[in-house]
């Protein structure tokens, strides 16, 4: 008699964008506590990726704390992450940066041995990279002092180019690609890109996780950053619905911005 072997259930890993997809502004959404915990005991591996470079890994770390959702360091991966992670690839360490950007940039490049030139210390600094992030204090100066980085030679990276970032209350509020636009228009370079619908950054947690492409689920609320950056490099993709898109919208995307499945809530994961 022929004994059926027992199949063994393969672990997944679970990437998941955080804003709209585990959290919108000081909410937490639905179920995803309970989901993330019951994931977690099945032998899978949770991590979180974020376009917004405004925080540090660290940051974001204790603020999915508060909101009651276990996470470390290092299970977290932001566009200012992946920027450090590609300029220690690039043997940038120890070499000179200027940043239009907040905590997460300058932290993530300090932390792995970038000189971060300030406004006002080094107006005379040779400046070997720029880099920009998300910055609400962006000014005049700043754009002016990484056009002439950029022109004199200075490599000009982008840790996103999220035009737009939805806020609490529905509305939306001018994002990174905005400001990277400027340096673009003003020095006639393109950027380096890192972020999501880049591959770069997902392909880097898929060999931190140890993780076969096959299987990797990327989770996310937004087609154009999240499912495409998926799509890109042949991962599945599940779109929540719970963020900035409509189910009218995610059924009718096309090429890489169409989701491998969409689901209502975080909860439908564990089916
Ligand atoms: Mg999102």
Known sequence: MKCAKASVRQPLTYIFDLDGVIYRGAERQPYVAETLAELRKRGDTVYFYTNNSSLSRQSYATRLQGFEIEASVDE??????????????????????????????????????????????????????????????????????????????????????????????????????????????????????????????????????????????????????????????GMHTALVLTGLTSRKQAEAAQGEMKPGEIIVTLRELLK
Do not use: C, W
């Open 76 to 233: 977290i991966m932001t566009s200012s992450y992946a920027t450090a992670l590609y300029l220690t690839e690039t043997e940038a360490i120890g070499k000179t940066v200027y940043q239009i950007g907040q905590e997460g940039v300058e932290s993530e490049l300090s932390a792995i041995g970038m000189k971060v030139i300030k406004d006002h210390d080094e107006p005379d600094a040779h400046i070997d990279y720029v880099v920009v992030g998300i910055d609400v204090l962006f000014t005049y100066e700043k754009l002016a002092r990484a056009q002439s980085a950029i022109l004199s030679g200075a490599t000009f990276i982008a840790t996103n180019e999220d035009m737009t970032y939805p806020t609490e209350s529905g509305t939306v509020r001018p994002g990174n690609g905005a400001i990277v636009a400027s340096v673009r228009a003003a020095t006639s370079i393109e950027p380096v890109v890192l972020g999501k619908p880049h591959g770069y950054a997902l392909q880097k947690i898929l060999e931190h996780t140890d993780t076969p492409l096959d299987r990797a689920v990327m989770v996310g609320d937004n087609l154009a950053t999240d499912i495409a950056a998926g799509n890109r490099i």
